[in-house]
């Protein structure tokens, strides 16, 4: 059948061809582990329970996790696999749940979901190219929503994107996830239950699209949303073409972004030291599953 699951909406039949998204109709996870390195509310003291799929429907051009989002490496996983993973996080001691670009299996999730209902909140981390039906699928199942918002400027996300109604698109993701879910809700630890994170990298030379984003949060779902602004961009795959990105972000750049976040009011705001920019931050996709990769 052929697939529009999400906004690309590329009309591949998974069964027997890879979609944009790098993926057939068998899921793929490339990694599970205790993720130290979320925000605070995310990863608390004993961590996050990550579960990182292979394929991604966006296939930036910069993409720290090129490996598995294009490289599609990984294993195949199915639901009642997948649910057991669950059940494995649940009994893990992590404080939460965390499924990091799910988004193209949203079927086969459904499906776990269906096997066993984790105990632990559950954290949707995704790139903010869902649509609306995507995320109404996951209403009962999701209880914390982390969102990239990466563009405000449709030129930039078509170059590095292409993918040029991203603005749009997920400007309408972030307002449901709030309407769904409208109040943020934390255990006495600081760790997140229910609600919201917007997460947005701040790219090297394009400090106008961050500005762009901050006011289109504030101006779509207002400035009490968590936001995480992050400063962890490091050059990554072949940027020849892309001599813009193709080099960290600057002190001054990340100041001008901060400083915009605090000048609309945003009173909740994760920032990063630069230092965080570095390779060592990402993990090693090999396919790793089980209570040892915990
Ligand atoms: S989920 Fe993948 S195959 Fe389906 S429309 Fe999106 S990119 Fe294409």
């Known amino acids: ?23 057939t ?26 579960i990182f799929f292979s394929g991604c429907n966006l296939g930036c051009v ?20 997948l649910a ?3 059940r494995m996080l649940d009994d893990s ?15 086969e999730l459904l499906k776990a979901f269906d096997i066993y209902k984790p105990r632990l909140p559950i954290v949707f981390n995704c790139g903010g190219y869902e649509s609306s039906a995507q995320i109404l699928a996951l209403k009962d199942a999701v209880d914390i929503w982390l969102p990239d918002f990466k563009y405000s400027d449709a030129s930039l996300a078509l170059k590095l994107s292409n993918a040029p109604d991203y603005p749009n698109v997920a400007l309408e993701s972030i307002r449901l996830m709030r309407t769904l879910c409208p109040k943020d809700i934390y255990l006495d630890d600081g760790t ?11 790219l090297p030379s394009h400090i106008d699209n961050t500005v762009g984003v901050l006011n289109a949060i504030k101006d779509t779902v207002g400035t009490d949303t968590v936001i995480s602004l992050m400063s962890q961009y490091y050059p990554c795959g072949v940027l020849d073409k892309y001599p813009d990105i193709a080099r960290r972000l600057k002190p001054l750049e990340y100041k001008i972004a901060v400083s915009h976040a605090q000048k609309l009011g945003f009173c909740n705001v994760f920032v990063q030291e630069l230092s965080s920019a570095d390779g060592a931050y ?4 090999n396919g790793y599953l089980g209570d040892k990769g915990i």
């Open 1 to 23: 059948m052929d697939c529009n699951l999400c906004p690309r909406a590329c009309g591949v039949d998974r069964a027997v061809n890879l979609g944009y998204c790098r993926s």
């Open 25 to 50: 109709d068998s899921m793929r996870i490339g990694l599970v582990s205790r993720h130290m390195w979320e925000e605070p509310p995310i990863s608390g003291v004993r961590g996050s329970g990550t």
């Open 62 to 81: 910069y993409c720290q996790n090129y490996e598995l989002s294009r490289g599609n490496t990984g294993r195949e996983v199915t639901p009642k696999q």
């Open 84 to 86: 057991e993973i669950f």
């Open 93 to 107: 001691g992590v404080h939460n749940i965390n499924l990091v670009t799910a988004s193209h299996f949203i079927v």
């Open 192 to 202: 997140m239950i229910r609600g919201m994170i917007i997460r947005h990298m701040t």
């Open 282 to 285: 990402t993990p090693d996709f």
